[in-house]
């Protein structure tokens, strides 16, 4: 069962309690003050209901910025996990011609270079897998 926390024109914001699992779902291409924006919203929502497993669906995101995904995993997702003190997992969907072009063309790494950081990110195509990839860190969390 979801729970809706927000919705704008862009981003679509939902929290599942049974699996403490925050759900972003970008409704369209966005600006970079909406990236901004629809991030913060998720920080307020995981802090609000300490919930340090993410997915962000950027699936509908077809004209991409990009120095979106490398803020997020350099700056953003490093200073959410620091204010929530637990270790921040977080899966972004995406389509697989932007998953090329981010590792082909930005250079960008698809998961956590390192499996020991206090935040792990990971890139898929498939909402299954990242499903599967959270549960796998749910689970590494427990130990």
Same mark, same amino acid.
């Given at each position: @069962?979801?729970?809706?926390?927000?919705? *704008?024109?862009?981003?679509?914001?939902?929290?599942?309690? !049974?699996?403490?699992?925050?759900?972003?779902?970008?409704?369209?291409?966005?600006?970079?003050?909406?990236? +901004?924006?629809?991030?913060?919203?998720?920080?307020?929502?995981?802090?609000? +209901?300490?919930?340090?497993?993410? @997915?962000?669906?950027?699936?509908?995101?077809? !004209?991409?910025?990009?120095?979106?995904?490398?803020?997020?995993? *350099?700056?953003?997702?490093?200073?959410?996990?620091?204010?929530?003190?637990?270790?921040?997992?977080?899966?972004?969907?995406?389509?697989?011609? +932007?998953?090329?072009?981010?590792?082909?063309?930005?250079?960008?790494?698809?998961?956590?270079?390192?499996? *020991?950081?206090?935040?792990?990110?990971?890139?898929?195509? !498939?909402?299954?897998?990242?499903?599967?990839?959270?549960?796998? #860190?749910?689970? #590494?969390?427990?130990?």
């Amino acid at each position: @069962m979801y729970q809706e926390l927000a919705s *704008t024109a862009f981003l679509h914001v939902a929290y599942r309690p !049974d699996s403490c699992l925050l759900i972003g779902r970008w409704l369209c291409s966005i600006t970079d003050e909406q990236l +901004h924006e629809g991030y913060e919203t998720m920080r307020i929502a995981a802090l609000e +209901h300490n919930c340090s497993h993410w @997915m962000m669906d950027a699936r509908r995101r077809v !004209d991409r910025r990009r120095n979106g995904p490398e803020w997020v995993v *350099t700056t953003f997702l490093p200073k959410v996990q620091r204010e929530m003190g637990a270790r921040l997992c977080v899966a972004f969907l995406v389509l697989p011609n +932007h998953l090329r072009e981010l590792e082909e063309e930005a250079g960008l790494p698809l998961s956590s270079p390192n499996t *020991t950081d206090p935040f792990q990110y990971a890139r898929f195509i !498939d909402e299954g897998a990242a499903n599967a990839w959270l549960d796998e #860190q749910r689970r #590494q969390s427990r130990k």
